[in-house]
């Protein structure tokens, strides 16, 4: 699991909590900004590799900053890091977690690639996940993937990247997974929004992914990547979290008047009017509308997912809503809806206003807890 978490000191339980609601085997945060690691129980479950924030004068805010977890059961050697990546040498392929910022020369391309030829061996794979702040538009090096993509724009680092992955025989899995087939913005602020937390394998490694995701969560402009892959030396005996995954539909309020439109004329064109090519029209029109997901139930449902004490019913529902803004952004830029924009600063506005309310609950909750300690 990839983040640019912009920056980690003050991220509550309930960030927390989300991390810990994926078990990822392996993760990485970007611009944490820290000079310390956070003291949050979650890291304790994982071998740490961290990079500090650090500034370029004595005033102004820290910038840069990584920190890595690996589980303990999982073979990896750091083999190269700089404070644009980390290269983790895994049994099966090697893995490069990187950051490039918007404001560096579009030649770091060049200098990654060289770092990752020198350091991998021959006929090894590789897997690519970082945010890379480069925009490929639906470029895509595989037909069979049938890649899509909510941004269309490519620029000056997403050509340079192209030339790379041509040359390296890669593939970009954003856009063309089960979870991920519409190529969802990974990320959104009140000027726009673009895929470019990207996710970059080698063509031997597609056919042992087993899905790629763009998470939701109000935690940063960015959204967390999460990337599934087979792991052929795994033995029964090694500990599992056993899942099946089912269809679901996710209703969502802001696009019934989509949804309804959609269906009543799918309705019209069929002939044969059995239940089940009714059935069948409902989930095509539910996924056209972003409202079918693929929903994993874990057999083993260990996880319970209790955010901090202070985070009150309020909070919930400011960030259930701002998720079903955040999915009505999804469906209208998927369909070119001339409200795209306006759905888009709804979403923004909706999440400045679950995270005012987090960071006010936290206060008044501490500010009550210092209190009562007086008397």
């Known amino acids: ?17 989300e991390c810990s609601k994926y078990e990822p085997d392996i993760f990485c945060l970007t611009e944490t900004w820290h000079t310390k690691r956070p003291g949050a129980n979650f890291f304790n479950r994982y071998t740490i590799y961290e990079t500090y924030g650090r ?18 059961e999982i073979q990896g050697n750091i083999i190269f890091h700089n404070e644009f990546m980390y290269i983790i040498r ?40 970082g945010d890379l702040n480069s925009r490929v538009g639906c470029f895509e090096n595989n037909e069979r993937l049938q890649r899509k993509s909510m941004d269309k724009i490519i620029n000056k680092r997403g050509r340079k990247l192209i030339e790379k992955v041509i040359d390296f025989d890669l593939d970009i899995l954003n856009g063309c997974t089960v979870s991920d087939n519409n190529g969802s913005s990974t ?5 726009g929004s673009s895929v470019i937390d990207l996710c970059i ?30 792991n052929e030396s795994t033995s029964d005996n090694d500990k599992q979290i056993p899942y099946k ?76 809503t701002s998720i079903l803004k955040l999915r009505r952004y999804k469906v209208c830029r998927k369909n070119n809806h001339r409200d795209t924009e306006l759905a888009r600063l709804d979403f923004v506005k909706s999440k400045i206003t679950y995270k005012n309310k987090v960071r006010e609950c936290k206060t008044d909750f501490n500010f009550y807890i210092r209190k009562t300690k007086k008397l």
């Open 55 to 72: 500034r370029d004068s004595t005033k102004g805010r820290f910038k840069w900053g990584i920190i890595i977890g690996i589980k303990p």
């Open 201 to 230: 394998v080698s063509k031997n490694l597609v056919n042992k992914v087993n899905d790629f995701e763009v998470l939701e969560s109000l935690e940063s402009s960015h959204f967390p990547i999460l990337l599934s892959v087979h």
């Open 245 to 320: 995954t089912i269809q679901r539909i996710v209703w969502n309020p802001s696009n019934y008047q989509l949804f309804s439109q959609t269906l009543n004329l799918k309705l019209q064109e069929i002939s044969n009017t059995s239940f089940e090519n009714i059935l069948k029209v409902v989930y095509e029109t539910a996924e056209e509308c972003d409202m079918l997901k693929c929903k994993k139930l874990s057999l083993d449902n260990k996880h319970n997912e209790y955010g901090p004490s202070w985070y009150n019913a309020e909070c919930k529902d400011l960030k259930r």
């Open 1 to 17: 699991m990839y983040l640019n978490v912009e920056g980690i000191i003050g991220k509550t339980g309930n960030f927390y909590s």
């Open 90 to 129: 895994l049994t099966n392929f090697l893995l490069v977690l990187s950051y490039i910022p918007p404001n560096i020369e579009c030649e770091v391309i060049d200098t990654i690639f060289e770092i990752i030829k020198t350091s991998k061996k021959p006929n090894e794979d590789v897997v690519i996940i």
């Open 187 to 191: 990320f959104i602020n009140d000027r």
